[in-house]
């Protein structure tokens, strides 16, 4: 049902989109934003991140974490055309992209591992062992 939606959200926003590139082709060439295709799982241990940035090489895509929040971001340049007088299509989505994300627990910073390959990013984010409290009772 989210995913669903989720591609119905896009539909509308691509659509949104090309009208606007319809009325003005360089302004959308300059300034378009893109959102790179995400899934997240979770195992016992950890979450995992996968994202398609194909396009990128590994140094033009940045993830940050802190505590339990995941930042994905990193910008794709659209190719040169050479002696295009006009597009024909255009769904391929360049620009600047930032994804946040916000994890139930924890995740423990030290353990984390992002690999890049054939256009996939994928990030390990161990979740941080929950340290047990005992606490003092003071007499009233």
């Known amino acids: 049902m989210v995913s669903d939606f989720n591609r119905l959200q896009q539909q509308m926003r691509r659509l949104m989109e090309d009208m606007v590139h319809q009325l003005s082709p360089r ?83 030290d353990q984390i591992e992002a690999r890049y390959r054939d256009g996939l990013l994928t990030v390990l984010l161990p979740k941080k062992a929950a340290q047990p409290k005992t606490i003092a009772i003071q007499e009233a």
């Open 27 to 109: 302004y959308m060439l300059d300034q378009k934003v893109w959102s790179p295709q995400i899934d997240i799982w979770e195992t016992p241990e950890a979450y995992f991140i996968l994202a398609d940035v194909s396009g990128l090489k590994k140094d033009e895509i940045q993830v940050n974490v802190k505590r339990n929040r995941v930042h994905l971001y990193g910008r794709r340049e659209r190719p040169p055309v050479e002696h295009a007088l006009r597009y024909v299509q255009m769904e391929i989505e360049y620009g600047a992209f930032e994804r946040v994300f916000q994890l139930p627990v924890l995740i423990d910073e």
